[in-house]
């Protein structure tokens, strides 16, 4: 199985600013990424495919990139919603694997 | 609109059976795969297996082969994870999800069950 690495694992910022979390795959796999943000007690929320699509709904402020086995969300300017726990997933082959997560807190 | 509606929460005993379900809404639920996603407390995302409702495939995770059941029932729009025997360690919270894109088996998730937390304790 394709294994997934997220980094950091953790991460503390503040509303305003620009964070980046970046996904490492054992393995090229094109385009084929998805991120997700997970609150407490909440199913994880689709926020972007194919690596860069922005999901309806998602504000323009995440935004995706990379291909083969590095890739990147970005959230610019933090609003207190955002803070989460993030996770991304290939689907580039069977069977699909999640990253460990990088939680997003409060500075 | 497209919806997965869990079961609620269930608090079970070691070596006690349980059937949790997953009804789906606002889409043909023979023609999508749907997955199950464990997720124990305070850890991440772990794909267990998914089901085509449309003819019965199944197919699970190499970690839970053999340690849970997925089904469908056609009739009533609804997937099922069962377990014949729990252990402590099946407690955690399980999500379905509907794969998209991709090869149709294997995509991304979208959307999402609310989630059922399953707690075993003696």
């Known amino acids: 199985a394709i294994r997934m690495t997220q980094s950091p694992s953790s991460l503390s910022a503040s509303t305003g600013d620009i964070v980046t979390i970046t996904c490492r795959a054992s393995q090229g796999i094109s385009s084929y990424l998805a991120w997700y943000q997970q609150k407490p007690g909440k199913a994880p929320k689709l926020l972007i495919f194919l690596a860069s699509t922005l999901q309806s709904g998602v504000p323009s402020r995440f935004s995706g990139s990379g291909s083969g086995t590095d890739f990147t969300l970005t959230i610019s300017w933090l609003q207190s919603e955002d803070f989460a726990t993030y996770y991304c997933q290939q689907y580039y082959t069977y069977p699909p694997t999640f990253g460990q997560g990088t939680k997003l807190e409060i500075k | 609109e497209v919806q997965l509606v869990q079961s609620g929460a269930e608090v079970k005993k070691p070596g006690e059976s349980l059937k949790i379900s997953c009804k789906a809404s606002g889409y043909s639920f023979t023609s999508y795969w749907i997955a199950w996603v464990r997720q124990m407390p305070g850890k991440g995302l772990e794909w267990m297996g998914l089901?085509?409702?449309?003819?019965?495939?199944?197919r699970y995770s190499p970690s839970f082969q053999g340690q849970v059941t997925i089904s469908a029932d056609k009739s009533t729009s609804t997937a099922y994870l069962q377990w014949s025997s729990l252990k402590a360690s099946d407690s955690a919270t399980y999500f379905c999800?509907?794969?998209?894109?991709?090869?149709?088996?294997?995509?991304?998730?979208?959307?999402w069950g609310q989630g059922t937390l399953v707690t075993v304790s003696s």
């Open positions: 089901i085509y409702p449309g003819d019965s495939d199944t």
């Open positions: 999800a509907r794969p998209q894109g991709g090869s149709g088996m294997v995509g991304w998730f979208d959307p």
